[in-house]
């Protein structure tokens, strides 16, 4: 069985985008995004990305290199747009993408999208810090939601973090039930940070979008970076740049490309336990 897809990618964080509008893919998302996301026996991806549509909405369904799906991506949601758009599926200056966590709105200005990425959630911890002890080191963690489980972390120097061993270690935290994606966060002006992001069921990744706006929305929330109502903080990534603002109902939003890099067919009939 061949399935055609397209690989795509924002600010290197990259996926493997498939139209599913009947939802026959959908059962077995995680397996597939094992086989296909694999680096080497795969096409290779940090998600794949399956297409629904229903109620003449598109939704996006996305499922992490490890099989488990996520609720919302801000990197896959722009790189959705510009699929849409690029096959004549949606049209007009602002169209809109469902996700596990709500519809959002995109709107498209050259080759830059934004995304009304909702409201952060910092109802867990109250907003506050939540402590936590790995392998007799102590964190200090800030959660935040923006519709899927973050925990940002504010170091002094990224350069000196070792961030293979932490990652992992706090993405799994017994503080977190389902695991988190984890932020680690250097300030270098009350307009400009640097992320990395640990991405649970994914790992290192080269940007994250949720990611992106947790860690801006923590900064501003502690007075590390100005009101994102005041101007975009630049949020720096191993891939690139993000620009994150707010507006004055406590939304956020995302500004940044989305890349279509190839597309291609692959057969999935050796994939062990794919009904064929």
């Not at 291609?264 to 009904?275: L, P």
Request: charged share 20%.
């Amino acid at each position: 069985m061949a399935l055609e897809f397209v690989k795509y990618h924002g600010l290197g964080n990259d996926f493997i985008i498939v139209e599913d509008f009947k939802e026959v893919l959908l059962p077995q998302g995680g397996l597939l995004a094992k086989a296909l996301c694999h680096r080497q026996f795969g096409i290779g991806a940090d998600g794949l990305v399956l297409i629904t549509r229903a109620a003449g909405l598109y939704t996006m369904r996305i499922f992490n290199a490890d099989g488990s799906e996520a609720e919302m991506c801000g990197n896959a949601i722009r790189c959705v747009a510009d699929y849409l758009i690029g096959e004549g599926l949606a049209s007009g200056s602002a169209i809109r993408v469902g996700s596990l966590s709500g519809e959002k709105e995109i709107s498209v200005s050259g080759e830059q999208y934004t995304v009304n990425m909702g409201e952060p959630d910092f109802s867990f911890a109250k907003g506050e810090a939540v402590e936590i002890l790995s392998h007799g080191t102590a964190w200090s963690a800030y959660p935040v939601s923006m519709g899927n489980p973050h925990a940002v972390i504010f170091v002094d120097y990224l350069a000196e973090l070792d961030f293979e061993l932490w990652g992992p270690r706090l993405e799994s935290a017994r503080e977190w039930s389902a695991g988190s994606n984890v932020e680690f966060v250097q300030v270098l002006s009350p307009s400009h940070i640097k992320v990395k992001v640990w991405e649970r069921g994914a790992g290192p990744t080269l940007a994250c979008g949720t990611g992106a706006c947790a860690a801006a929305a923590a900064a501003a929330r502690h007075g590390l970076v100005h009101k994102l109502t005041e101007d975009a903080v630049k949020v720096s990534l191993p891939g690139g740049d993000l620009a994150i603002y707010g507006d004055g109902d406590n939304h956020i939003y995302m500004v940044g490309p989305a890349v279509r890099v190839f597309s291609g067919r692959i057969d999935i009939s050796q994939i062990e336990g794919v009904e064929k």
